[in-house]
């Protein structure tokens, strides 16, 4: 399994972004897909989850209401929207899947595979 993500860039604070994450898979696949982030001089971080098979989201509380994580089986993509965006959102971004099925999980360990991340900037 590979994954792809990208979408990064530099923006104002206010501002909105969408990240993509492309996902080669077998079809058919249920995978857990997390969002995670590190900030410079930080541990990284749970943003939130998508179920790949049903779309339930789950996500932590630093980013509710203002980010959305949704998915395109046709294209393969899992895509974090991000609006409201902060200063404090300033991280590398990276999605990873869980290929044990379907149940929330946000626990790093328990993603096998990572995509390269992308990094996101706010100033403000």
């Known amino acids: 399994v590979q994954l792809q993500a990208s979408g990064g860039g530099l923006v104002q604070a206010g501002d909105s972004l969408r990240l993509s994450c492309v996902v080669s898979?077998?079809?058919?696949?249920?995978?857990?897909m997390g969002w995670f982030r590190q900030a410079p001089g930080k541990e990284r971080e749970f943003i939130g989850w998508?179920?790949?098979?049903?779309?339930?989201?789950s996500y932590a509380d630093s980013v509710k209401g203002r980010f959305t994580i949704s998915r395109d089986n046709a294209r393969n993509t899992v895509y974090l929207q991000m609006n409201n965006l902060r200063p404090e959102d300033t991280a590398v971004y990276y999605c990873?899947?869980?290929?044990?099925?379907?149940?929330?999980?946000?626990?790093?360990?328990?993603?096998?595979?990572w995509g390269q991340g992308t990094l996101v900037t706010v100033s403000s």
């Open positions: 990873a899947a869980d290929p044990r099925g379907g149940s929330y999980c946000p626990y790093i360990p328990d993603y096998e595979y």
């Open positions: 998508i179920n790949w098979t049903t779309g339930s989201t």
């Open positions: 898979r077998r079809t058919g696949t249920n995978y857990g």
